[in-house]
C-alpha cells in the first residue's frame, strides 16, 4: 500500500475516532453515579453486576499475570466479568490503530494498558479519565506510587493530574556471552564502555567465514533497540518538546551511520533482515546483544547452560539508554469508572510487581519488588535491569508516533541494507513531516 494511501486511512481513522471522544458522555457507574473522578469516592457495592473490558498487551507469558490479578479483583466483585483482550505488539503504530478503530466503532475498552509510546498521543485525544482524586483518597495506591521511581510516573501526569498508573517497564541493556568473551581474551565492559571499546570487542568475537561465522554483535529489527544509539550520541527522534522529528539531524544521522557500519564496513554484525538477533545469541552466533529484560527470563528459563552477564549500553557521548514504561488507565467516556478503577488497582499492585519480579519478562516498578531477593536472585548481574531508570531516558514519542515509527523503521531497513544514511533519514523526516498536525 502506497504511502499517501496509507496516510489518506490513518486520517480518517483518526478524524473518525476524534469526533467520537467529542460526542462521548462521561455516564455513570453500574448501581449508581460516579463521583470518583472529582467528589467523595466511595468504591461500589461487592455485589454489583457489570461487564469489563481490558486492551492489555505484555510478552508470551504475561498474560497469567494479569489473570490472577482479575481473580483477586473477582473476589471481591463475583457478578463483574473482565474481558481481557490481551495480545502482543509487534509495533506500538499497529496497536493504537487499534484502539482507536475500536473506539470510532462504539467498543472501546474501560481499561486501557498502554505504554510510553502512545501516552502523548492518547492525551492529544482527550482519551484517559484523570486519576488525580481517585488516587488523592486512596492511601494503598498513594502508597503503590511512593514506592516507584519519580522518572517512571513523570510520563503519565500532564500539568497537575495524574492519567495513568505505572505497571511495569523495560530498558535496553547489553548482553554478552562469556564464554565467548573469554575465549576471545576479553574482559567484562566496564558499566561506562564507549562505543570504540564496543566496536573492538565486537572485531575481536568475530570469527570464521560463510555459514560458521560468529560475530561479536546482533542487531535487533524494532525501533526501540536502535534509540539507545541516539540517545548516547545526544540525538533523539524528535524534539524535546515533541513538536517535531528530527530524524534528519546530524547525530542521528551520524549513529544510524555507525550501526551501518558493524555490517558493512567491520562486518561484526550479520544484516538484521531475515534474522532474529535474540535466536543468535542463544545458538552463540553472536556474542553480544542489546535487549530488554524480557531476554534474560527466556535465557534463564530456556537455555541454562549459556552463560551470560550484562552491562549498561556504551556510550558515544554521555551515558544513557532508552526505557518504556507501561501504564493502566481508564477510558474516558466508560459508563464504569469506579469498577475500573478497582480494577486498575488490582492490575497495578504490589501483587502484580512481585510477579514481574519472578517472571521476569519486564521490570516491576516499585523499589520493594526490585530489590527482593526473588528478582535480584534470578541472575548475578538483575540490578542492571532496574538500576537504568537512573540514567535513562523515556522514548520520545509525540503525538505523531503512529507515522514516525514506521517511518524510522523504513529508514533503518534501508540504511542497515547499504542505503545512503542522510538521504533515508531526511526522507524519512519529510515523511514524518507531512501529518505533524494532521493527526
Same mark, same amino acid.
Do not use: C
Given at each position: 500500500?502506497g504511502?499517501?494511501k496509507t496516510a489518506?486511512?490513518?486520517?480518517a481513522?483518526?478524524?473518525?475516532a ?7 458522555c462521561a ?6 453515579t460516579?463521583e470518583?473522578p ?7 457495592e461487592s455485589?454489583v ?6 486492551s492489555?498487551?505484555g510478552n508470551p507469558?504475561?498474560?497469567a499475570?494479569?489473570?490472577a490479578a482479575?481473580?483477586?479483583f ?12 490481551f495480545?502482543?505488539?509487534v509495533?506500538?503504530?499497529?496497536? %493504537?490503530n487499534?484502539i482507536?478503530t475500536?473506539?470510532?466503532?462504539g467498543?472501546?475498552?474501560d ?7 502512545g501516552?502523548?498521543?492518547? *492525551? ?11 488516587v488523592? &483518597?486512596d ?5 503503590l506510587?511512593?514506592?516507584i521511581?519519580?522518572?517512571?510516573l513523570?510520563?503519565?501526569?500532564k500539568?497537575e493530574d495524574t492519567y ?16 565467548m568473551?573469554?575465549k576471545a581474551g576479553?574482559?567484562?565492559p566496564s558499566?561506562d564502555?564507549t ?11 568475530t570469527?570464521?567465514?560463510?555459514g560458521?561465522?560468529?560475530y561479536?554483535f546482533g542487531? &535487533?529489527?524494532?525501533t526501540?533497540a536502535? %534509540?539507545?544509539w541516539?540517545y548516547?550520541?545526544g540525538?533523539?527522534?524528535?524534539s524535546?518538546d515533541l513538536?517535531?522529528p528530527?530524524?534528519?539531524s546530524?547525530k542521528?544521522?551520524e549513529?544510524?551511520k555507525f ?8 562486518g ?6 531475515g ?9 552463540g ?8 529484560a ?5 535465557l534463564?528459563?530456556g537455555s541454562?547452560?549459556l552463560k551470560?552477564?550484562i552491562?549498561p549500553?556504551?556510550?558515544k557521548?554521555?551515558?544513557?539508554t532508552v526505557?518504556g514504561?507501561?501504564?493502566?488507565? %481508564?477510558?474516558?467516556n466508560?459508563?464504569?469508572r469506579d469498577?475500573?478503577w478497582?480494577l486498575l488497582k488490582?492490575?497495578a499492585? &504490589?501483587?502484580v510487581q512481585?510477579?514481574w519480579?519472578t517472571?521476569?519478562?519486564?521490570n516491576p516498578t516499585?523499589?520493594?519488588?526490585a ?9 548475578r548481574?538483575a540490578?542492571y535491569?532496574?538500576?537504568t531508570?537512573?540514567y535513562a531516558?523515556p522514548?520520545a ?6 507515522s *514516525?515509527?514506521?517511518?524510522? &523503521?523504513r529508514?533503518i531497513?534501508?540504511?542497515l541494507?547499504?542505503g545512503?544514511a542522510?538521504?533515508e533519514l531526511?526522507k524519512a523526516?519529510?515523511?514524518?513531516e507531512?501529518?505533524?498536525g494532521?493527526?
Open positions: 500500500m504511502i499517501k489518506i486511512l490513518r486520517m481513522a483518526l478524524a473518525a476524534s469526533s467520537l471522544f467529542l460526542a462521548g455516564g455513570g457507574d453500574a448501581g449508581g460516579s470518583g472529582t467528589g467523595d469516592y466511595k468504591a461500589p455485589n453486576q457489570a461487564n469489563l473490558t481490558i492489555n498487551w507469558g504475561d498474560e499475570v494479569y489473570d482479575i481473580k483477586r473477582n473476589k471481591k466483585y463475583p457478578n463483574v466479568k473482565v474481558t481481557n483482550n495480545t502482543q505488539v509495533n506500538w503504530s499497529d496497536y %493504537i487499534k482507536l475500536s473506539v470510532a466503532s467498543d472501546a475498552p481499561i486501557i494498558n498502554i505504554a510510553t509510546e501516552v502523548e498521543f492518547g *492525551l492529544s485525544k482527550d482519551l484517559f479519565l484523570p486519576l488525580t482524586n481517585y488523592k &483518597q492511601e494503598s495506591v498513594k502508597a506510587m511512593a514506592d521511581d519519580p522518572n517512571l513523570k510520563g503519565f501526569t500539568g495513568l498508573v505505572p505497571n511495569n517497564w523495560n530498558a535496553m541493556v547489553m548482553y554478552y556471552n562469556e564464554d568473551f573469554a576479553i574482559k567484562r558499566d564502555w562505543w570504540d571499546e564496543f566496536l573492538a570487542a565486537s572485531k575481536k568475537l570469527s570464521g567465514q560463510g560458521e561465522k560468529k561479536g542487531l &535487533q529489527n524494532y526501540f536502535y %534509540i539507545p541516539l548516547s550520541n540525538a533523539s527522534l524528535a524535546d513538536s517535531k528530527t530524524l534528519n546530524p542521528t544521522i549513529s544510524m550501526l551501518q557500519s558493524l555490517v558493512k564496513e567491520h561484526v554484525a550479520p544484516e538484521p533482515a534474522t532474529e538477533a535474540n535466536d543468535l545469541f542463544t545458538a552466533k553472536v556474542a553480544m546483544v542489546a535487549a530488554p524480557n531476554l534474560s527470563s527466556t534463564i528459563k541454562p547452560d551470560f552477564g552491562v549500553m556504551p556510550k557521548s554521555e551515558k544513557a526505557f514504561a507501561a501504564g493502566f488507565s %481508564i477510558y474516558k466508560t459508563k464504569n469498577l475500573a478497582e488490582e492490575l499492585s &504490589q501483587d512481585k510477579s519480579a517472571l521476569g519478562t519486564s516499585t523499589h520493594t519488588a530489590t527482593s531477593k526473588v528478582f535480584l536472585g534470578r541472575h548481574d540490578k535491569l532496574y538500576d531508570i537512573k531516558k522514548v514519542a509525540p503525538t505523531f508516533f503512529t *514516525l515509527e514506521p517511518a524510522f &523503521q529508514a531497513a534501508s540504511i541494507a547499504g545512503d542522510a538521504a531526511e523526516n519529510s515523511e514524518v507531512a501529518t505533524v494532521n493527526g
